[in-house]
C-alpha cells in the first residue's frame, strides 16, 4: 500500500501498524505515520484502546494505537480515562509507558474520579502491580 492520501478504514489503520519482517524500520515507520495521519481524523478512541484484531497479534498495533490516543486533547480523553487506566494493568504492555506519561499531562480535577475508581477496582482485585502503578501515577509530578 502506498503512502497516499486517502480514507482509510480501521482494518487498513491496523494493517499499517503491524509489523512485518519485510519492512524494513524506515519502511515501517512510514507505515506508522501515515496509519496516525488517517486515525487522527477519526473521533472515537475505542479502536485504538488495547484492540483485539481477530486472527493476528493484537498487541503488534497497541504501541501505534498508543501514539494515536497521545495526540488528543484532554477533553476528548475524559470519556475513556476509565479504559486508558486499564491499559496501566501490565506497563510492559506495548504502549503502556505512552500512555502513563499521556495521563500524567492530564489535570488532577480531570482524572480524580475516574484514577479514584481504578484504584478501588485493583484494591479489590488485588492487583499489586496495577495499583502501584496507579498510585505512581498519582503522586507522579506532572499534575499541574
Known amino acids: 500500500m502506498g503512502l497516499l492520501c486517502m480514507n482509510l478504514t480501521i482494518d ?13 524500520d524506515e519502511e515501517y515507520n512510514a507505515r506508522v505515520q501515515q496509519g496516525i495521519s488517517e ?8 479502536p485504538f484502546i488495547q484492540p483485539i484484531i481477530a486472527g493476528g497479534n493484537s498487541k503488534s498495533v497497541w504501541g501505534p494505537c498508543a501514539m494515536v490516543i ?7 480523553l475524559e470519556g475513556y480515562l476509565h479504559l486508558l487506566l486499564k491499559w496501566l494493568r501490565d506497563m510492559n504492555w506495548p504502549g503502556a509507558e505512552i500512555i502513563f506519561d499521556r495521563l500524567s499531562k492530564i ?15 485493583a484494591k479489590q482485585e488485588r492487583d499489586r502491580s496495577w495499583l502501584n502503578t496507579l498510585e505512581a501515577l498519582k503522586e507522579h509530578r506532572n499534575w499541574y
Request: charged residues 30%; proline residues 5%; contains cysteine.
Open 107 to 121: 489535570p488532577m480535577e480531570i482524572m480524580e474520579e475516574s484514577l479514584a475508581f481504578s484504584i478501588l477496582c
Open 70 to 76: 497521545v495526540l488528543k486533547p484532554d477533553e476528548e
Open 12 to 24: 487498513d489503520i491496523y494493517d499499517l501498524f503491524t509489523w512485518d519482517a519485510s519492512f524494513s
Open 39 to 46: 486515525a487522527r481524523k477519526l473521533r472515537n478512541l475505542y
